[in-house]
């Protein structure tokens, strides 16, 4: 590179070329490099919505091992200790619920983990009063 007066400032050579060029060199870099090994998960963000909360948040659930991983983050996230999941166990104020590929709404927990992350489009946590219904497993431990 070549230096500009005693300022230190250097000149960067500019290149011009066809709109979009730089993208398709990119596009050809990527298409050309080596695959990702299986070792590599592949990233899948969703929104989380809290009820009373006005912003929304985006997680990458295929980060996390579990589901008790995931609760553990959205309390850190959303600054409280009061979310749980619905299996009967605790007495939590409130509940993770996601729609899954069919646009049916479930509980966290539910299925297996591979397949939540898999499924999952979207999640909210909602007050554990109103999603008590959601699941059978919820009205067994509530008899």
């Known amino acids: 590179m070549a230096s500009y007066g005693d300022d230190g400032v250097e000149l960067t050579e500019l290149t011009l070329g066809p709109p979009g060029a730089n993208a398709r060199r990119a596009r050809r870099a990527r298409k050309n490099a080596q695959p990702p090994s299986s070792s590599t998960m592949q990233a899948y963000f969703v929104k989380v919505s809290m009820d009373g909360t006005p912003y929304l948040r985006k997680v ?36 993770v ?47």
């Open 97 to 143: 619920v996601y729609e899954d590929g069919d646009g049916d709404w479930m509980l966290v927990g539910d299925v297996p983990w591979e397949m939540f992350v898999s499924s999952c489009k979207r999640m909210r946590v909602m007050r554990a009063c109103e999603a008590r219904g959601l699941s059978s497993n919820a009205l067994t431990s509530a008899l």
């Open 60 to 95: 990458d659930v295929a980060a996390y091992g579990d589901y008790l991983e995931l609760v553990d983050a959205l309390n850190d996230m959303f600054f409280c200790s009061s979310i749980g999941l619905m299996d009967g166990y605790g007495d939590w104020e409130h509940a």
